[in-house]
Structure formats: C-alpha cells, structure tokens
C-alpha cells in the first residue's frame, strides 16, 4: 500500500514539476498546449522511453568531468511537436483552417532539447511506420518482424548533440518577430527549407516564417521576402520556392533507377558539431538495439 501511495505521489509532483517548467518556458509565446509534450496525450507512452533516453545521451556525453555530472532524469520542459510530411507547399492557400486541418493529418516527431554540463542536446521520438513492401525483400523475417511489432508505437529515432538552442526558447527569445501571431507551429521536411522552421499565423491565415537556427538553402537567396517590420519571410513567398525548389531536384535527379535503402536494426547515435545541421528523417524506421545502462 506504501509503495502504491509513493508511486501516485511521485506521478503527481512530476506533473506539477512538468507543468510549472512548461509554464515558464513557454511564457507569452502563441503555441498551442497539444504542441508541447507535457501537455499532449503521448506525454504517458514517451515519459516510458525515459531510461532509454538517458541511456543514449550518457554514451554521448564524454564532454562531463565526473559522471556524476550527468542527470538522473530527462528535462521534458522543452519537448516540443514538429509536424513532418506535410506536403504543406502543394496546398496553394495560406487558409490557417485548412493548414491546420492537413497537418493534423500529417505525421509528427517529438524534439526533447535539454542541456547536460552547458551543451545542448536532443532526443527524437516518433512512431514506428508500417513496413515498406517494396523493401521488405531486402530484410530477413526476423527484422521484418520487428518492424510489424514497432508500427505505431514511440521510438526514439534520434540522439543528437551540438544541436541548436531549444526551439521554445528561440521563440520566446524572439517574441519581437512573433508578438503579432496569434499561433504559431513548428513544421519540418518543407523542401528547400528541409530544417524546422516556425509558422506563424494572424487574423486565421499563414503570415510568414521564423527561422531556428539552421541553414535553409531556399532562404539563403530570399533577403527581399523577409519583412523589415515583422522579420518573418513572406508565406506565400517561401511556399513558392519551395515547390521551384522540389521540382528542380526531381527535374535533375535524372537515371531513371530506384535507391533502395535497406532497413537494418542498427543503433543510432548522431553527433553533430556545433555548427553542424541536425536532420529529422521521417519515413526510414531505424530499429535500435537496446542496451543497458553502463554501470
């Protein structure tokens, strides 16, 4: 019974911890409460990848003196929705209901940022995709048969460090460029854009673009779209080079022939240098091999 009572009391001081650090985080920014995990209905099912979190950043983290430096628990204050696959570009209105309507039909990742001994690091989560039947030729029974038992649950698919500042700090950091926003969300995979970026909408329609601190091939070029007074590239602008953008590299790909990637159980660990571009995959499931804790 004991046990049981410390068990509800624990669940309920970290939601209070969770909520409070979320609260603070996400002070005076538009971001709706379903975007940020604590809040979210998958908070439950990914708090239970937390041991497998830690797991990955500790083997990562050779910059830490003494282990004892290392946290005992994940910082989920600052996880944060990042729709993928949205094919946002092709939809040719910049309607916020109608944006809002097809990402709520797109796939998304979690992007969980933390800083362990002053640097940042992140962990990605996201659901396990269905078997892809063209590929499933190249993958023994038993591989295949993992992937069936990971469709739909959550997964890490990303342990990154040397990455940018946390994506909700940025945004508040530049509450100047989004004060005029009514809402705002986090959209990666955009083609010429690739890295996430964050959408910003007013009066129910998509204004502009706000960037987090990658390099963006489409933007390099695009100084004029990007309005002095709100410093946020022009919606339709940017959706426009998008699609010139996507049809070049499918104009130019050229062969005629097929990549196949194969789908192996591999673990992943991307370090990334501190200028470097971290990229969220979204469609390939990496299969990790699990390990334990080093003593």
Same mark, same amino acid.
């Given at each position: 019974?004991?046990?049981?009572?410390?068990?509800?009391?624990?669940?309920?001081?970290?939601?209070?911890?969770?909520?409070?650090?979320?609260?603070?985080?996400?002070?005076?920014?538009?971001?709706?409460?379903?975007?940020?995990?604590?809040?979210?209905?998958?908070?439950?099912?990914?708090?239970?990848?937390?041991?497998?979190?830690?797991?990955?950043?500790?083997?990562?983290?050779?910059?830490?003196?003494?282990?004892?430096?290392?946290?005992?628990?994940?910082?989920?204050?600052?996880?944060?929705?990042?729709?993928?696959?949205?094919?946002?570009?092709?939809?040719?209105?910049?309607?916020?209901?109608?944006?809002?309507?097809?990402?709520?039909?797109?796939?998304?990742?979690?992007?969980?940022?933390?800083?362990?001994?002053?640097?940042?690091?992140?962990?990605?989560?996201?659901?396990?995709?269905?078997?892809?039947?063209?590929?499933?030729?190249?993958?023994?029974?038993?591989?295949?048969?993992?992937?069936?038992?990971?469709?739909?649950?959550?997964?890490?698919?990303?342990?990154?460090?040397?990455?940018?500042?946390? +994506?909700?700090?940025?945004?508040?950091?530049? #509450?100047?460029?989004?004060? =005029?926003? %009514?809402? @705002?969300?986090?959209? &990666? *995979?955009?083609?010429?854009?690739?890295?996430?970026?964050?959408?910003?909408?007013?009066?129910?329609?998509?204004?502009?673009?706000?960037?987090?601190?990658?390099?963006?091939?489409?933007?390099?070029?695009?100084?004029?779209?990007?309005?002095?007074?709100?410093?946020?590239?022009? +919606?339709?602008?940017?959706?426009?080079?998008? #699609?010139?953008?996507?049809? =070049?590299? %499918?104009? @130019?790909?050229?062969? &005629? *022939?097929?990549?196949?990637?194969?789908?192996?159980?591999?673990?992943?660990?991307?370090?990334?240098?501190?200028?470097?571009?971290?990229?969220?995959?979204?469609?390939?499931?990496?299969?990790?091999?699990?390990?334990?804790?080093?003593?």
């Amino acid at each position: 019974m004991k046990k049981i009572v410390a068990l509800i009391i624990s669940g309920i001081l970290l939601l209070q911890l969770c909520t409070f650090a979320k609260a603070e985080s996400v002070k005076d920014i538009p971001v709706e409460k379903g975007d940020i995990l604590c809040e979210s209905v998958d908070f439950e099912e990914i708090k239970k990848l937390e041991s497998e979190m830690l797991n990955g950043l500790e083997d990562m983290c050779d910059w830490l003196e003494k282990p004892s430096d290392f946290p005992k628990k994940m910082d989920f204050s600052n996880a944060v929705k990042i729709y993928v696959d949205t094919g946002i570009q092709n939809l040719g209105t910049d309607k916020e209901t109608e944006i809002m309507k097809n990402l709520a039909l797109s796939n998304y990742v979690w992007v969980i940022h933390m800083k362990i001994g002053g640097e940042n690091v992140s962990v990605t989560v996201a659901r396990g995709k269905p078997l892809n039947e063209e590929r499933a030729s190249v993958l023994t029974a038993e591989d295949r048969e993992e992937i069936a038992n990971q469709e739909g649950k959550w997964m890490i698919s990303e342990w990154a460090t040397g990455v940018a500042e946390p +994506f909700l700090s940025q945004i508040q950091d530049n #509450q100047d460029i989004v004060k =005029s926003c %009514d809402r @705002t969300v986090l959209i &990666g *995979g955009v083609p010429g854009l690739r890295q996430p970026a964050v959408l910003g909408f007013q009066d129910g329609k998509a204004v502009g673009w706000m960037t987090l601190g990658y390099d963006y091939p489409i933007l390099e070029e695009m100084s004029n779209a990007r309005s002095a007074s709100k410093g946020l590239y022009d +919606f339709d602008a940017v959706m426009e080079a998008s #699609q010139e953008y996507a049809n =070049s590299i %499918d104009n @130019t790909s050229g062969g &005629g *022939g097929t990549i196949v990637e194969k789908e192996l159980p591999v673990s992943i660990y991307i370090v990334a240098a501190p200028v470097a571009v971290i990229s969220i995959f979204v469609g390939i499931i990496v299969l990790r091999e699990k390990r334990k804790r080093r003593e």
